[in-house]
């Protein structure tokens, strides 16, 4: 069931959005092993447990590290759509993608940072006041002593987390507008550049609250990193909307979209199949007239040649069938005795 589906949706996505790159390029896993190298980091930047009371305190961080590698993963996830969607391999999608990768590894450091110790905090204070106090939360809470951030730590922790997720949103954005530039070359029809544009709001959404949590933290200082981390929560809940309202635009303003109907797929997956052959048999039609034409032209030549070679062998036969008859009638002549002297005169 699952080859399938798999099989009737491989070349469209859900919505009918033609996929142009489904062959995966050397720029998708270079990307695939920098966003593996980066999960990588969450895991190895801690260090291993020496005891079993220490791997329980580890576990502490542990919701901090789903929410890093669910972050990641979305990250990951928009990125291998766009090159799904368009599969673009020009000079300006490289050096957004280089560029991308830069900022993801430098990114990756404040944001298990920031995940740890607020997950930290936080199950130390749920346990602490339940009062189910133990080695394991002596440990937690000593290291959350430890790591006690000032106001001022707070409010940079935050901006350096909001700066690196508003320029990867903004890179991200920027590689759609790209795409929507060379809309002619890529040969998007109406609903893929409204998808594209689409894309393009949903990202600047996500640049905005980036940049509204920032400003929330310049103007509150560090005091005010709470309200700036509750900001980001528009993010989780906005996008499915926004999702759920592309779907219904689409199906409004074009009902013969592909999403509409699922038969589709498979339908235009045979007249794409079906053109193919038709460019195929085309061409082989026009390989085999041309053949056709260069051996006729070579059969005229030949028989042009053999025409002359026969035209030659009877002027032959014809001279020679003359000259014998010439050498035969001098053979066949009687002698007349005629001399060349001159006749005398009778008078002399």
């Not at 957004?96 to 990114?107: G, R, S, T």
């Not at 409010?155 to 990867?168: A, N, Q, S, T, V």
């Not at 390989?287 to 056709?292: I, W």
Request: charged share 25%; proline share 2%; hydrophobic share 40%.
């Amino acid at each position: 069931m699952f080859s399938k589906n798999y099989r009737k949706n491989k070349h469209f996505s859900e919505t009918g959005f033609r996929y142009r790159g489904i062959e995966s390029s050397r720029i998708e896993h270079l990307t695939d092993a920098v966003f593996a190298f980066a999960i990588t980091l969450l895991v190895i930047a801690s260090e291993v447990p020496r005891s079993y009371v220490e791997l329980q305190a580890s576990m502490y961080n542990f919701i901090g590290f789903i929410a890093c590698s669910l972050l990641l993963l979305g990250l990951w996830s928009n990125h291998s759509n766009f090159f799904l969607n368009y599969g673009m391999q020009d000079r300006k999608t490289k050096i957004l993608n280089f560029i991308f990768l830069f900022v993801l590894l430098f990114y990756i450091y404040p944001l298990k940072y920031l995940f740890s110790h607020l997950s930290n905090l936080v199950w130390v204070n749920v346990i602490g006041e339940k009062g189910l106090k133990n080695e394991a939360f002596v440990i937690a809470y000593n290291k959350a002593v430890e790591a006690q951030l000032s106001v001022a730590n707070w409010k940079d922790l935050m901006l350096r987390f909001g700066l690196g997720l508003l320029l990867i949103y903004v890179i991200l954005g920027i590689m759609h507008i790209n795409a929507l530039l060379k809309k002619e070359e890529l040969e998007l029809n109406e609903q893929e550049i409204y998808e594209t544009k689409s894309h393009i709001y949903n990202y600047l959404f996500l640049c905005v609250v980036c940049t509204a949590s920032m400003i929330v933290v310049l103007i509150t200082g560090g005091n005010g990193s709470g309200i700036s981390g509750l900001v980001y929560l528009l993010i989780p809940v906005t996008l499915p909307l926004l999702k759920k309202l592309l779907y219904k635009n689409i199906r409004l303003k074009f009902p013969n979209s592909f999403g509409r109907n699922p038969n589709s797929f498979e339908s235009e997956s045979i007249k794409e199949n079906s053109y193919e052959l038709l460019i195929h048999v085309s061409a082989e039609l026009e390989k085999e007239r041309k053949l056709k034409e260069q051996l006729q032209k070579d059969f005229k030549e030949i028989k042009k040649q053999d025409d002359l070679v026969v035209e030659e062998n009877n002027l032959q036969k014809q001279e020679d069938s003359i000259t014998a008859n010439l050498r035969k009638e001098e053979q066949e002549t009687p002698y007349l005795g005629v001399t060349s002297e001159p006749k005398k005169n009778k008078e002399e």
